[in-house]
């Protein structure tokens, strides 16, 4: 029977581990903690490939529990109840270890299903995902549970797992590989931290592989083709979508041209046009604003153009915007004044419109005194005269806060200047 190489390598032991020397590593808490036996009920959280299962797997190994498997896209309340059945019994002498994998696809009721049980400690949940768990898990597993964080594995790290599955992959083949150089470092940095992708790409290259009687040749063009694309670990829906457009955001904001030019590639490598469109108009009113007003237009006419051409040629007016952006003197007045002015409303702290400025187009609006007082600015020198425009209750009330950039500062001076020869 089949067995993938990823299988065939998974480590046994916490020092076979690549990467999450974070939570494992010499000393860390997770290590401290397996090495104890006494395992609480976790929840394991991270990105796939990185090692998520095969530490489930020790852990199981190192204090003799029964690991039972499911996988929360098809499994029911049925199969929690099959397990529950072989508590208690020569089965499971020791407990019961459930690995909950894609944990974030069982609902409610799924998850109530599980309380009793854990609570007892009579099984012993970890629960794995690769979304949020503040955002998916049940609040009351989330409280029984601790969480520890899985975090993409570095190029160099992931190296060693590579080697480890080219040797394993010559002892099978009682051959040996011969490997181009750049080879593996080109898989450990396109498969982006995933170890499952990085083995699975040896097993494809060395079943793919030129050979003889004696030798396999893996070449650095088969290594690119079988990795092409790979490293984009991008899911539209996913946290490292909403990770990657914040750190979009929060570069151009802090006029970091070349980080923003970075988190911009990702975004279209993943082909996603739209959402940095939308970040980058979102960015020229509130992060760029007065400071320089004409941003919101050029950015509007680029994000245009790009949805119009399509990838490839949209990263074109994309990289123009987001140069423009993150080079642009910044201001956040704008976004300052209207929640300040929203905060306000939501509060209830509004009045009613003046009558001056009330609506006057329609028979027996003067009887009623609206739009009596009403002072035309056009019709004064500058085009401004002084008159109330907030309610009563709100007269004193001040939104807007010009920013120190030359273009807010010379505005104010412009209104100070009118306003003063009144």
């Known amino acids: 029977m ?23 590593g010499e000393g860390g808490v997770l290590r401290r903690i397996i090495e104890s036996g006494h ?7 991270g990105p796939s490939g990185i090692g998520k299962t095969t530490l489930a797997q020790i852990i199981a190994g190192k204090t003799n529990r029964r690991l039972y498997k499911l996988n929360a896209t098809t499994a029911g309340v049925q199969d929690i109840k099959a397990i529950v059945s ?12 459930l690995y909950l994998d894609e944990r974030q696809y069982f609902n409610k009721k799924q998850q109530q299903s599980l309380l009793e049980f854990i609570e007892s400690g009579k099984i012993t949940l970890i629960a794995s995902t690769t979304e949020n768990p503040y955002f998916y898990v049940y609040n009351a597993i989330l409280s029984r549970s601790t969480v520890f ?9 992931v190296e060693k797992a590579i080697r480890r599955a080219f040797t394993l992959c010559a002892r099978e083949h009682k051959k040996k590989i011969v490997i181009d150089e750049g080879v593996i470092e080109h898989i450990s940095f396109a498969c982006g931290g995933d170890v499952r992708k990085s083995i699975n790409a040896v097993e494809l290259l060395c079943s793919a592989a030129s050979q003889n009687k004696e030798e396999m040749q893996v070449t650095l063009e088969d290594a690119r083709i079988v990795t092409q694309k790979s490293s984009a670990r991008y899911d539209r829906d996913g946290d490292a979508h909403y990770d990657i457009l914040s750190a979009f ?3 151009l904001r802090g006029s970091d041209v070349n980080a923003s030019l970075h988190y911009l590639a990702r975004l279209l490598c993943g ?5 940095a469109a939308r970040r980058m108009l979102c960015v020229a009113s509130e992060d760029v604003g007065l400071a320089y007003p004409q941003a919101a237009a050029i950015v509007k006419a680029c994000c245009d153009s790009a949805l119009q051409l399509g990838l490839p040629e949209a990263k074109l007016p994309l990289a123009q915007a987001c140069i423009l952006l993150a080079t642009a003197p910044k201001s956040n007045s704008v976004s300052a004044a209207i929640e300040a002015a929203m905060a306000d409303v939501e509060a209830g702290k509004t009045g ?4 001056h400025l009330k609506d006057a187009h329609y028979g027996g609006a003067a009887k009623m005194g609206r739009g009596l007082t009403y002072k035309y600015p056009h019709d004064f020198p500058g085009n401004w005269t002084p008159q109330q425009y907030l309610p ?13 950039n030359k273009a807010e500062q010379q505005a104010k001076q412009y209104w100070q200047k009118v306003k003063n020869n009144e």
Not at 2 to 24: F, N, S, W
Not at 39 to 45: D, E, L, R
Request: glycine share 6%; charged share 25%; aromatic share 8%.
């Open 352 to 355: 009613d419109v003046p009558p």
């Open 271 to 275: 082909g996603d046009i739209a959402s």
């Open 249 to 251: 955001h929060k570069s």
């Open 86 to 97: 072989e508590l208690d019994t020569l089965l499971a002498p020791n407990g019961i270890l």
């Open 392 to 404: 009563d209750e709100m007269v004193r009330v001040s939104y807007y806060h010009e920013g120190t």
């Open 149 to 157: 964080e899985f975090k993409p594995i570095q190029p160099k790290e």
């Open 2 to 24: 089949y067995q993938p190489l990823a299988d065939k390598i998974r480590p046994t032991e916490l020092d076979d581990v690549v990467g999450q020397t974070h939570i494992i």
């Open 39 to 45: 395992i609480p009920n976790m929840i394991f959280y």
